[in-house]
């Protein structure tokens, strides 16, 4: 099974903007626009950012952005906030057999 | 809204069988639309992909768990089930029930997720 790969954690003070990478390769990330990423706070289930590489469902603020670079998604978190110190996970479809793998998460720390 | 609540024994012993349900209000399994899903935890650790399951019946299982697993659905009760064979420490984790639209537009509603802890 094809593995994603995240930086381990990121950081940023409050009002900057921080990144995080989703290496895959060209038969997931690079395959699909069905790239989907979750925000886990500790103790709680996981919530849903944003899907299909760069939609946002409804309630989700437009600070949280998306996109894809061939074999890379990204999401991007503009104006840091102290609520987003958080775990991130980035998830791609892989096909009819693998289905779906999950990237080993981020952490993301408001300094 | 679209809730989903897990249920199920919070300990299994080593080579046992873990059996979870999952109870969706809010929406009917057999609306069709979307898959409905196990994805697990570990105590710290990352997300595991286990797998899902059609209204129809129709299962996808993640292929290193494939030979140990069984996902089953009962729409007339609004359920579906999770039964992993074999256990061993290394399924000790928070097992979550979880919604995906079949388009794989995201794992949008998640239950509050359950531990299980495999030990004799």
């Known amino acids: 099974q094809s593995a994603l790969t995240q930086p381990r954690s990121v950081s940023g003070s409050p009002g900057q903007s921080v990144r995080i990478s989703c290496s895959g390769t060209?038969?997931?990330?690079?395959?699909?626009?069905?790239v989907s990423w979750y925000q886990q706070h500790p103790g709680k289930a996981p919530k849903l950012l944003i899907y299909?590489?760069?939609e946002r469902p409804p309630g989700v603020p437009d600070r949280f952005s998306g996109s894809k670079s061939g074999n890379t998604a990204s999401l991007t978190i503009y104006g840091l906030q102290a609520e987003d110190d958080a775990d991130y996970y980035c998830?791609?479809?892989?096909?009819?057999?693998?289905?779906?793998?999950f990237g080993p998460g981020t952490k993301v720390t408001v300094l | 809204q679209v809730q989903l609540q897990e249920s199920g024994p919070g300990l299994v012993k080593p080579s046992q069988t873990l059996s979870l349900t999952c109870s969706v209000s809010?929406?009917?399994?057999?609306?069709?639309?979307?898959?409905w899903s196990w994805i697990r935890q570990p105590p710290g650790g990352g997300l595991e992909w286990i797998g899902y399951i059609y209204y129809t019946g129709r299962t996808y299982y993640n292929p290193s768990l494939k030979s140990r697993l069984i996902i089953s659905v009962d729409t007339s009760n609004n359920q579906f089930f999770l039964k992993v064979n074999s256990v061993s420490a290394a399924d000790t984790a928070v097992y979550y029930c979880v919604r995906v639209s079949n388009t794989h537009s995201g794992y949008d509603f998640w239950g509050q997720g359950t531990l299980v802890t495999v030990s004799s």
């Open positions: 809010g929406g009917s399994i057999s609306s069709g639309g979307y898959f």
């Open positions: 299909d590489v760069s």
């Open positions: 060209s038969g997931d990330v690079g395959a699909y626009n069905f």
């Open positions: 998830c791609s479809y892989a096909g009819a057999y693998t289905v779906d793998i």
